[in-house]
């Protein structure tokens, strides 16, 4: 079963960390050979900044892409940047996996629509709009008095460029009203890369099962985060309680809206699937629980595929 991630943060772990490796071979949830043991399609490599921990956070992100673009191209045999469908298309023919660069908060845009399209030229193809803090978007989910605050003017014209420019949307972190206007306001399907159903672990970070059915019918997707703190109340990230999530999901809004956004190398490494190479544990534990091969399929690639397809063709 061949497999796309939504998202990772192996990157900035990788430049906080060198002494880890490098994307060839390190310490993390995810390196290449981790990667062709799990059978990966492709993985969604995020450049993660912490607005309060930077005053540069544009700066930051632009050393974060040129270790990502640095990786590729040293292990090019193995990996390629893919910026469309039809680079999926031939990396895959070629028998390399692609690597998708992505954006973790839209604060490193500096509320200029310029730095967006620098960044689509430097092949950047999702962002998440914010991170935990305010931004010149619009507002985060971890804070209660933030979720009725939705997009700001530059935010809903940074929706407007990244549909224009082919860009993937990205409400993972999104304030609830946020995630209400990108779907208002977005001509393309979005996604939220790492995010799970709130009706099963009441947090922020979680889509309503409202919020689920309206990604569904804008033809998006919902990467299931293995975090332990949007899953359930063990303190170890369990395969039973992602099986619980994509059931609820698949239930609420259709098995066309289920994807994998794992969150490796961002969250608490006490995960019964230790890294990326193990996630036929997950396989396994669908199958068992009556999900068909065709199911399993598309929650591991097929309905990715198809939004790449949608989103950047």
Not at 51 to 77: A, G, V, Y
Not at 168 to 185: C, E
Not at 287 to 306: D, H, L, P, V
Request: negative net charge; glycine residues 8%.
């Amino acid at each position: 079963m061949k497999i796309i991630d939504l998202h990772c943060d192996t990157i900035s772990a990788l430049l906080d960390k060198p002494e880890a490796g490098g994307l060839c071979e390190n310490s993390l949830n995810i390196d290449i050979n981790k990667l062709k043991k799990a059978n990966s399609l492709a993985q969604f490599f995020a450049m993660y900044i912490n607005l309060k921990q930077t005053n540069t956070p544009l700066e930051d992100c632009l050393t974060m892409i040129d270790l990502f673009h640095t990786e590729i191209k040293r292990n090019s045999d193995n990996i390629n940047l893919a910026t469309s469908f039809m680079d999926m298309e031939m990396n895959e023919n070629e028998g390399k996996i692609s690597a998708f660069l992505t954006i973790e908060e839209g604060g490193v845009l500096k509320g200029k629509l310029s730095n967006l399209r620098n960044f689509y030229r430097l092949g950047v193809r999702l962002m998440t709009l914010t991170w935990n803090y305010p931004n010149e978007i619009g507002f985060p989910n971890c804070q209660p008095e933030y979720q009725n605050r939705g997009l700001t003017d530059f935010g809903r014209e940074v929706v407007g460029e990244m549909n224009c420019l082919k860009m993937i949307i990205d409400v993972s972190h999104l304030s609830d009203q946020g995630f209400y206007d990108v779907s208002k306001y977005s001509d393309k399907p979005f996604v939220a890369s790492h995010s799970n159903a709130r009706q099963l672990k009441d947090h922020p970070r979680n889509l309503t099962d409202e919020m689920i059915k309206i990604l569904a019918e804008k033809g998006g997707v919902i990467g299931i985060n293995f975090a332990n703190t949007f899953l359930g109340n063990s303190p170890m990230s369990l395969v039973e309680d992602m099986v619980r999530h994509i059931k609820h999901v698949r239930n609420v809004g259709g098995i066309d809206v289920v994807g994998l956004g794992s969150d490796f190398d961002g969250i608490d490494p006490n995960i019964e699937i230790q890294d990326i190479s193990q996630i036929d544990k997950l396989i396994q534990a669908l199958t068992k629980n009556s999900f068909s091969a065709g199911e399993i399929e598309k929650i591991c690639n097929k309905n990715i595929k198809r939004l790449i397809k949608d989103c950047l063709s």
